[in-house]
């Protein structure tokens, strides 16, 4: 037989397995934690802050404390002047 008719296997890693493994899988764990808390940001606290600066533009708590006392939620307050 000639030699290019038996191709030999390439030997394993013997050494450093665990350390290839912890290399690869900390760089996948970091890329994903990012993109995870890029996507929060952007899907779920951009908005919520916008919903909420929304609301407070046009709160009145006057108003509302006026509604909840008239709904006997809340009793009334005396008046400090």
């Given at each position: 037989?000639?030699?290019?008719?038996?191709?030999?296997?390439?030997?394993?890693?013997?050494?450093?397995?665990?350390?290839s493994y912890l290399?690869?899988h900390l760089v996948?764990?970091?890329?994903?934690?990012?993109?995870?808390?890029?996507?929060?940001?952007?899907?779920?606290?951009?908005?919520?802050?916008?919903?909420?600066?929304?609301?407070?533009?046009?709160?009145?708590?006057?108003?509302?404390?006026?509604?909840?006392?008239?709904?006997?939620?809340?009793?009334?307050?005396?008046?400090?002047?």
């Open positions: 037989m000639s030699a290019d008719a038996v191709a030999r296997l390439p030997k394993p890693q013997m050494r450093g397995l665990f350390r290399k690869k996948i764990a970091t890329v994903l934690s990012v993109i995870g808390s890029a996507a929060w940001k952007v899907l779920v606290s951009d908005p919520r802050k916008q919903r909420y600066a929304e609301f407070y533009k046009t709160y009145d708590a006057d108003k509302e404390y006026e509604r909840m006392k008239a709904a006997d939620v809340l009793p009334p307050f005396p008046e400090i002047e």
